[in-house]
Antibody, heavy 119, light 105 residues
Framework: QVQLQQSGPGLVKPSETLSLSCSVS????????WSWIRQPPGKGLEWIGY???????NYNPSIKSRLTISVDTSRTQFSLKLSSVTAADTAVYYC?????????????WGQGTTVTVSS | IQMTQSPSSLSASVGDRVTITCRAS??????LNWYQQKPGKAPKLLIY???SLQSGVPSRFSGSGSGTDFTLTIGSLQPEDFATYYC?????????FGQGTNLEI
């Protein structure tokens, strides 16, 4: 059974870099798209971006200049780095697996990490 | 691409048949997915490519549509179906979600 386990700090100071990781178990990272999605408190879902196992990325233009998504195929892990964070980046962050067979639909999700940006 | 769901909230009873609509601001072919989210939990994929039922999802869930107009139908509501539902287009990045439909008892 495929599982995604998220890790990373829950509190980040303004202007600093938010770093989250997502470890994949029960499946290879090859052949899939590994995505990040966030949900501000009380609001809807926002797609952040994805990386394929070959390293190709696709980012949301709204945060592209601050965003880096990377994948470590040897460790079956992928990561998100968001720089220069503000209070507007406070949200629950999810990692998820997408598949072309599902039209990039995301069928496996991490448990979510609540990230608060505050001094 | 902007995705607009209607209604934003919906009250229904166990056994009811309900339909949620999602409209795209431009054509997205059939690149439309539906998710269910319960409070404090990650979303769950229900329908992909507009009408394909994800493995393990009950058959009372169905999806239809293409182009710009899509629907999610729940044939006979069960207590566990009360949740928030989101559509998402994956035709063109950024892969935008609708604002959500809160289905309440």
């Amino acid at each position: 059974q495929v599982q995604l386990q998220q890790s990373g700090p829950g509190l980040v100071k303004p202007s600093e870099t938010l770093s989250l990781s997502c470890s994949v178990s029960g499946a290879s990272v090859r052949g899939y798209y590994w995505s990040w999605i966030r949900q501000p408190p009380g609001k809807g879902l926002e797609w952040i971006g994805y990386i394929s196992n070959t390293g190709s990325t696709n980012y949301n233009p709204s945060i592209k200049s601050r965003l880096t998504i990377s994948v470590d195929t040897s460790r079956t892990q992928f990561s998100l780095k968001l720089s220069s964070v503000t209070a507007a980046d406070t949200a629950v962050y999810y990692c998820a697996r997408g598949e072309t067979r599902l039209a990039y639909g995301m069928d496996v999700w991490g448990q979510g990490t609540t990230v608060t940006v505050s001094s | 691409i902007q995705m607009t769901q209607s209604p934003s909230s919906l009250s229904a009873s166990v056994g009811d048949r309900v339909t949620i609509t999602c409209r795209a601001s431009q054509t997205i072919s059939s690149y439309l997915n539906w998710y269910q989210q319960k409070p404090g939990k990650a979303p769950k994929l229900l329908i992909y490519v507009a009408s394909s039922l994800q493995s393990g999802v009950p058959s009372r869930f169905s999806g239809s549509g293409s182009g710009t107009d899509f629907t999610l139908t729940i044939g006979s509501l069960q207590p566990e179906d009360f949740a928030t539902y989101y559509c998402q287009q994956t035709y063109s990045a950024p892969y935008t979600f609708g604002q959500g439909t809160n289905l309440e008892i």
